[in-house]
């Protein structure tokens, strides 16, 4: 299964999309049977992004800031258990509301960042 989509249609059309999680939050989560990020609580559902060149955008606009250790987390639409919606009129960014059944977590893509903070080469594999 190819894990990395570079657009947005290609993504969306393939039923995977990516959500960009805190390294420390998956790690501990991840051998259970849901994840759920620390915003969730804030936010009310899981941000989600079709796309890695998208995804790239969104983390630079919101996240370049931040010192924590990211990941990608590759998400099969199909396997989330929770309810997925698109609250936005171009249908890129899917919401997940709800707790992220680990069973439809395919991948994880690596995060590559600056020293600047900068993100750059997500999900491109060194």
């Known amino acids: 299964m190819t894990l990395e989509f570079r657009e947005t249609a290609e993504s969306k059309n393939a039923g995977i999309t990516y959500h960009l999680a805190i390294q420390e ?6 051998h259970g049977s849901s ?3 620390g915003a969730y ?6 941000h989600c992004t079709n796309g890695l060149d998208l995804l790239t955008e969104i983390a630079n606009m919101f996240y370049k800031g931040s010192p924590d250790e990211r990941t990608i987390l590759v998400l099969d639409t199909s396997r989330i258990e929770s309810p ?3 609250d936005d009129e171009t249908e ?34 060194a």
């Open 25 to 30: 939050e998956w790690d501990t989560q991840k």
């Open 35 to 37: 994840y759920v990020p």
């Open 41 to 46: 609580a804030a936010d009310g559902f899981v």
């Open 84 to 86: 997925v919606r698109y």
């Open 92 to 125: 890129q960014f899917p919401h997940i509301y709800g707790p992220i059944n680990t069973s439809a977590v395919v991948g994880e893509l690596p995060v590559g960042r600056s020293e600047d903070g900068t993100f750059i080469m997500m999900g491109t594999r």
